[in-house]
DNA sequence: GCTGAAACCATTATAAG
DNA sequence: CTTATAATGGTTTCAGC
């Protein structure tokens, strides 16, 4: 977090709207000679920044099942646990967990196998309740936020955000 | 989805682990000859497959707000008009739609930043309940499911996933 | 989908700031 | 210590088959 400098937001930038793009097409939109780019990049992927180049995949077009999006409320001090069991599944791709012991995976099962997943896999004594929502559509746009383009405006009306999640009803009009 | 055999889907796992591997590295892997890879990535491509070549980046790492996942439960109809609001703000970069109108983001906000989305940015009035839960871990491993790993075991208990999502509540032991 | 050739790119070593 | 330059070895692409 402290040691990244512009330039190396911008090549994060460039390397995310495409990271197949050859290094010394960045260095001439970054200013730097090619070399560098390279040796930013490689510093970049020892400090983790980079976790890996990658596909945004249409998972839609490549498997047999449907989407799903599954909510996990698990009890306290489980939440790790599910994760490494949820990860390794060739059905789940995104697994998130949150300060108020929820896990949310997203995976692309076919109808029997998600059955199979919350009765075989999970430890079904550490789910307090599930939801299995149907995903109809997902957008991933990576963006690498620019250190000046720090749009904050100051604003004392800071809203805490409690660990437990905050809920709030609305009325329906 | 019916246009993809093996060699296509052995490609999209090698790119999917390593994005920068060279086409010839790939060819030999898969055993056709390096254009024959660059032609079908292009396909791919056009086909809406892959849909860019990217980076799974610690976002942690390289701004300053906190991870959140935001579940919104909105009002029939609006689900598209939410995640075109949603999905071009900077500090949001991945959205979940669900058949039973709900959308869950996951976004990288300053402490007043996420207030300011929810009032501003979102027509409040499309939102029936939303719910801001603070992110404290994110797994994403992508997987290609290869064309003959299909291990579908037949088993006639298919659970029918109700387009509405489906919650069930389990005793708390 | 393959082969071969030409254009292009990444990386290394080396030198300079 | 960081960056630029130049050369090498590797990669991608384009014709032609």
């Known amino acids: 977090m402290v040691e990244l400098d512009e330039t190396d937001l911008h090549i994060l930038q460039l390397l995310t709207e495409n990271a197949r793009r050859p290094y ?3 260095a001439e939109q970054v200013g730097v000679s090619p070399p560098t780019v ?25 498997s047999e ?19 490494d069991q ?4 060739e059905s789940v791709d995104h697994v998130y967990a949150t300060a108020d012991a929820h896990v949310v995976a997203r995976a692309t099962v076919d109808e029997c196998e998600i059955h199979r997943i919350l009765t075989d896999t999970l430890d079904l004594s550490q789910v307090v309740e599930y939801d299995v929502r149907l995903l109809i ?17 100051t604003h004392d009306d800071t809203a805490a955000i409690p660990a437990g999640g905050a809920s709030i009803e609305i009325d329906g009009q």
Do not use: C, M, Y
């Open 86 to 89: 949820l990860a390794p599944l």
């Open 24 to 26: 010394n097409d960045i």
């Open 137 to 153: 559509d997902s957008v991933w746009e990576p963006k690498v936020r620019s250190a000046n383009a720090d749009d904050q405006t």
């Open 38 to 62: 390279s040796d930013r990049v490689e510093r970049l992927e020892e400090l983790g920044v980079i976790g890996r180049f990658t596909l945004d995949l249409d998972r839609s077009q490549i």
């Open 65 to 83: 099942g449907v989407g799903v999006l599954v909510d996990l409320h698990l009890r306290p001090g489980t939440v790790h646990d599910v994760i």
